[in-house]
Each structure stands twice: as structure tokens, then as C-alpha cells.
């Protein structure tokens, strides 16, 4: 495993790291959890994402309980959670965005869930426009200043929005946001390589990119159609099926042109394409999802294709997905 740093921070996160997004109480129970953690671990990951809202809470209680079944040392880990959405089915008003109480409040049941004594890293799921800036950082800096949180962060926030969070938290003494949380693969890249581009200079802002495969449509499992039990059969994410593969599966079309590409340097198209976020130095690290152990152990691998990709091979690729 090669491990990063966390932006300016100094935090080492492995360059691959495990989400639990879909998969964690819903598409996986506890002994399929604790077999991909296991080997996560084993492997040298040592993040584990997770956010108040996957599966309504489900995702971090299960997490928590295979985090203690394997005794993994509390400070050889880190572990998030994320706050906005809520993880009642129908938040009420106080359940959900990022107000003080609710930021507080979800911090202290994600702890419960997870069964930890603090996060690693906490994020802003999305940002709130009914609550101010000030309250948000200021409720971060309340849970730094307690040690229930080590690092805040936001996620999907935009470029103007972080710089706002960075001058109210300058211009109160507080903490500031160190990390983002953005969708960076293949095909989604302006926010990571463009919109943020000021903000790993002027902040030493960190990424803990996710969807490195476009939910597996990188990996080409969509090419010939939609294999039963894969995510985009998943009841409830009917919305995410356009999404992934485009109107009319353009999307699709495009996925088509990498195995070949691939095959140049004896990888698979979920490898070249975790390898391709790997390569971004602004990346801080790649968040894996797996539903399957076998998944999680092939796309390991494309830490090794790392030497590999030079300025050809990015530009081959580019010309592809044109
Ligand atoms: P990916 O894009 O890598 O998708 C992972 C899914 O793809 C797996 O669950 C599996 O789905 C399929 N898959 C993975 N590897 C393979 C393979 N080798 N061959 C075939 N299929 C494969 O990542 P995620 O979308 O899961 O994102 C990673 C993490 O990022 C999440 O778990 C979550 O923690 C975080 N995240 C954060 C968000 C945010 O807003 N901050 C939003 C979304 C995710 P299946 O087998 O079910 O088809």
C-alpha cells in the first residue's frame, strides 16, 4: 500500500481506501462486511468512509460492529461520517442539514453507531443554504476543541463556498475545513481538476475522491446490460440508473472504447481506470466501494499500474472517452 498525505495535514491515509456507500446494510451483511474489511485491512487500508445517511444509519451500525468483532487498534484506523441528509427515513426539520444542533447531534450518533470515542475526519455532506456559514464552522470547531473530531471537511461544496468556510473560520480563530469529498473519475472531472484547482495552493486542501468507477460502470459490468443483483438493480436507486449511464447510454458507449486501451498495459478497465484517479496528485485518496471481496481484491491491484501511466497512456485514454 502507498500512503498520502492528507492534503497540508499530517494525516497518512492509504492511497486506496473502503466506503460503505449502498453496499453496508443493504447489499451485504455482517459476515460479508467483516471479510471485506478484514481484507482491507490486511492489505493496508486504513480508511473507512461512512455518513449518517447510508441506509438510514444501517451502513455505520454495521461498520461499528465489524470494526470491534476485529479488535483492529483504535489508532491504527481512521473512520468518517458524514452530515446533512439525516438518517431518519422522513427527517424532521431539526433531523437533518448543518445547523449546530444538527451537526452536534449527528456527530454523537454516528459515534454510537460506529462505536468509536471520535471521528477522523467529519464532512458536510452537502452544503445547507438555510443555515449560515458561521454556525456550521463554528459547530465544527466545537467538536474539534471536544476531541470527538479530529478533521472537518466538506463534500460537494463549491469552490466559493469552501473559500467562505476558510475566511469565517481565519476571521473567528476556528478551524478550518482541510479535506473535500468530491466524485472524481473518468467521467466526471471538471470540479476536481478545474473548479478546485486554486484551492490545493492557497488551503493545502485534501480530496477523498469517491465513485472511482462511476459505480461500476468503469469496471465495463453494464456493457451488455444490467447483471441481476448489481447496484443499479438496488430498489430505491432507480434515480441513480440514468445517472450512471447516460441518456440513451451514452455513457456506455464511451466505457467501450477502454478495454482495449487496457489491455496495453496487461489491466483491466476497473484497474486503469483506479489507476487513472491514482495518478492526479490531488488526489489524496481513492474511496473503493465493494458489494464483493473478489472486487475489492482485484481493484487493489491497480495501485501496481501506477509506474505505468505516463503522459501517452493519459493522453490515449483522453482521446477514448472524447
Ligand atoms: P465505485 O464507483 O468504485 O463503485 C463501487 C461499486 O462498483 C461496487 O459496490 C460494486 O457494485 C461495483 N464494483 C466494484 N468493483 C468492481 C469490479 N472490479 N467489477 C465489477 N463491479 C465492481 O465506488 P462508490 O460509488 O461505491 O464510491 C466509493 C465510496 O465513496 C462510497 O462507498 C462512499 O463511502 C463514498 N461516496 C461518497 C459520496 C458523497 O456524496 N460524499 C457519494 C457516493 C459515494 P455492485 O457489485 O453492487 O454492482
Known sequence: MQYRRLGRTGLQLSALSFGAWVTFGRQIGRSEAREIMALAWDRGIN??????????????????????????SRDSYCVSSKVYFGSAEKPRPTQRGLSRKHVIEACHQALERLRVGHLDLYFCHRPDPETPIEETVAAMDTLIRQGKVLYWGTSEWPAAAIHEAHRVAQAMHMYAPVVEQPQYNLLHRERVEQEYAPLYASYGMGTTIWSPLASGLLSGKYNQGIPDGSRLTQPGYEWLRDMVLGEGGERVEKVKRLPAIAAEIGATPAQLAIAWCLANPNVSTVMLGASRKDQLEHNLEALELLPRFDLALKERIEQALA
Open 47 to 72: 480508511f473507512f468512509d461512512n455518513a449518517e445517511t447510508y441506509n438510514h444509519g444501517e451502513a455505520e451500525r454495521l461498520m461499528g460492529d465489524v470494526l470491534a468483532d476485529l479488535r483492529f
